[in-house]
Each structure stands twice: as C-alpha cells, then as structure tokens.
C-alpha cells in the first residue's frame, strides 16, 4: 500500500486497484476496512471523506464488512437451519432476528462479552417481560453459535449468550379448559360458526392451532382427518369426535375452499385459509364473551389430553391423538395425574382406616 500525499491520516489508496481503506490498530491489532467514499486519484479531497474519517475514528472499533451482526444474522436467516424450522418458529425468530439486525447490527461479535448481553437482557425485561427476555436472549445465542460456524467467532472464544440463566419470574402454568367452561363455549357458539368449528378442531384433535389452521377437506377421511404436524412433522390419522363430526357437517363449504377454516368469503374473493392472527383475535373475542380468557387456544391441547386420560386412557393412547412425547404427556396431565392419584390415596386410606376400626 501507499499513502497518497493528501490523504488524511489512517487512509491509504491500495496500490493494485486504487481503493481507498481505513487502517488503524486498535488493542494491538490492525483493523482495515474499506471505505464507503471513494474518489479517483488525483482529484481534490471530498468533505465526505473527512466526514466518514471522523465517524470512524470517533468508533471504538470499526467493523469491517460482513463480520458484524447483521452479517451472521442475514447469513442465518439464508442458512437451511433457519429454513428448515416450522413456519410459525421462523416467525417467532423473524421479529428478534430484525432487532439485531437494527440495534446491535453494527457490532462484532468477537467484540460482544457477557456483560453486554446480561445487561441488554435485563433491559428487555424491564422493557418487556422476563419471559420475552429469556427468549430473545436464546435466540442471540443462536445467532452467536451461527456467528462461530461462520469464522466470525474462534472455537476458544465462547458464545457470550450461551448456558445465560434466565431471568425467574413467576410462570403461569397453563391448564385444562374447566367443563363447564367447555359447555359455556358450546352453548354460546352453535354449529356451523367458524369460531365453533375451531373450538372442536383444537379439542377434537389435540392439535396446535397453527396445524388446525392448515387442516384441508381432502384431509377428512372418513371418521378420521389425516395431519401433518408442522413443528414435529408427525403424521397421524385421528377418529373425528362426535362434537367434531357434528360441526364438519355443519360448517359451510365454499366450492372453491380447500381449508376447513377458511377465509370470510363475503369479504375477499381469493380463497385461503383464515389467517392466523385474524383466527386469534375472533377466538379470543369469543373467549372473552364466554369468561374462559383464561384459557387460551392452547390450552385446548392440554384438554384433550386430561379428557383422554380420564377416560382411563395410558401415554401411549394420549399421544396416539396429541403425537406428543411421553415426557410431554406427562407435562401436560400432570395436574389432574396428582388430583387422580390423590383421590385414589384416601379412598385407600379411607378403607384402611374402616378396616382398623372393625379389628380394634
């Protein structure tokens, strides 16, 4: 490299190609990067230059291009990893993925240490929420691990975000639609409503509303309906439940409607499926009329669940409907397993206690 006679200090043209670079050593190592302002030799000094010298000098360290954070974030979201998620996760990820990209874009991620992001999480929770906290943070770190595959972070240096114990707060466990609750939904929203055939669906099914929204007529076959589920990619095949069966025939088709739950027809002449957050507005309105806010469309999942277990159904049935896990199955009976076995324990205690007194 040489350095041109009127250049201002740290800026030299490189000889091969006449590109202008900002060179300067920051904490013992050489930083260069190229410069947004160029100019042929010769020609006088723009003020731009000087401007742009001023902002880099004035940063504690510039990053050169494509080894910041919107580099490993836009380079993430182009990667299979990020592809091969369930649409709702890559959502879910998509609203994070954009505040890096904005807020913490231009920084290195070699530059980045724990107490960044310690200090960053606990300012989304004050902001937000510990648990909108805790996730964003888990998000980070993946886009930290993506950084490392990348070369941007060396194998002895360690994921700032990575094993950051999140912040406690007081979860609120979600739990199964009471039954009365369930009856108060069935009598306020007759068949043939969009807002009951979703009700059935989720509880019909044991399914995320998110698969319940995909849910076509070719998938009905029979007494069953056929699912793919987007975030396992489970198949199943589940018997329709009377209430189930009774609001398919009752909900009106469209001749050109492919989905179960599909678009108002009165208000869009394209067909489709109805909308997630169009889904979860009504649905929450609907809940809202019913007192069951409480309760959300999630923890219909939940109810179907506890319904098969108490029918006297084990795991293994449960999670031939749900196509969850043991570990899962568990998780989610696990308040009405404690109320069963309690109920059990003092009919047993009851009957010992009977059969004491008759010996004494």
């Known amino acids: ?137 888990r998000v980070l770190s993946i886009v930290f691990e993506h950084a490392k595959d990348m070369g941007l972070l060396t194998k002895v240096e360690e994921n700032p975000a990575m094993g950051l114990k999140g912040i406690k707060y007081e979860k609120q466990d979600r739990k199964a639609w009471p039954p009365k609750k369930v009856q108060d939904f069935r009598d306020a929203y007759s068949y043939g409503t969009r807002e009951r055939t979703c009700f059935e669906l989720c509880l019909g099914t044991g399914q995320r509303i998110g698969d319940v929204l995909k849910m076509q007529w070719g998938h009905v076959r029979g007494r069953s309906i056929a699912i793919k589920q987007g975030k396992t990619k489970a198949e199943l095949l589940i018997p329709l439940t009377s209430h189930l069966k009774a609001a398919l025939a009752a909900t009106p088709r469209h001749q050109s409607a492919l989905f179960i739950l599909a678009k108002d027809m009165s208000k869009t002449k394209t067909p489709g499926q109805w909308a997630y957050r169009s889904a979860a507005q009504a649905m929450r309105k609907a809940r809202k009329a019913v007192g069951a806010l409480s309760y959300d469309l ?61 010996q004494e």
């Open 298 to 358: 999630h923890s219909l999942r939940y109810t179907a669940a506890v319904e098969l277990l108490r029918a006297g159904c084990d795991d293994d049935l449960i999670a031939s409907v749900t196509g969850q896990s043991k570990r899962m199955v568990e998780h989610y009976t696990r308040h009405v397993r404690q109320e069963i076995r309690a109920e059990k324990a003092q009919e047993i205690r009851e009957i010992g206690l009977a059969n004491r007194t008759k």
């Open 1 to 137: 490299m040489t350095k041109g006679k009127s250049l201002p200090s740290y800026i030299h043209r490189r000889k091969r190609d006449g590109v202008l670079l900002f060179r300067k050593r920051y904490a013992g190592k050489i930083t260069e990067i190229r410069l947004e302002t160029q100019f042929p030799e010769g020609e006088p000094v723009p003020f731009a230059l000087h401007q742009e010298r001023e902002r880099l000098l004035a940063q504690p360290n510039p990053v050169p291009a494509g080894r910041d954070i919107s580099s490993a974030v836009r380079h993430y979201k182009a990667h299979k990893k990020f592809r091969s998620l369930a649409s709702r996760t890559r959502k879910d990820y998509d609203k994070h993925l954009a505040y890096f990209d904005d807020k913490l874009g231009h920084l290195a991620p070699r530059n980045i240490e724990r107490h960044h992001v310690i200090s960053w999480r606990d300012a989304w929770a004050e902001k937000h929420s510990p648990h909108f906290a805790n996730y964003r943070t």
